[in-house]
């Protein structure tokens, strides 16, 4: 239960782009359904910033009436 807790903050931080919120460590992004593909390459150029690649950790899909996420790691 904690990490979708976690995931819940960070989506409420991140607000409702498309962009990946988070540091140099890793963060965090809205997930509509958009292909896995396009989810990593949103994470690499997050991570491109710090000059490290992505690594995405957990994808939760949208459900009912709230909006999924798609979390990462820099590496």
């Known amino acids: 239960m904690r990490p979708l807790l976690a995931v819940?903050?960070?989506l409420a931080l991140a607000g409702c782009g498309a962009s990946?919120?988070?540091n140099e460590l890793g963060g965090v992004m809205p997930w509509s359904g958009q292909s896995p593909e396009s989810?990593?390459?949103a994470a690499?150029?997050?991570c491109?910033?710090?000059?490290?690649h992505a690594r995405i950790t957990?994808?939760?899909p949208p459900t009912k009436g709230a909006e999924g996420a798609v979390v990462f790691n820099c590496e």
């Open 8 to 10: 819940s903050l960070l």
């Open 20 to 22: 990946a919120t988070g």
């Open 39 to 41: 989810a990593f390459k």
């Open 44 to 46: 690499e150029t997050h």
């Open 48 to 52: 491109g910033k710090a000059h490290k």
């Open 58 to 60: 957990q994808i939760v």
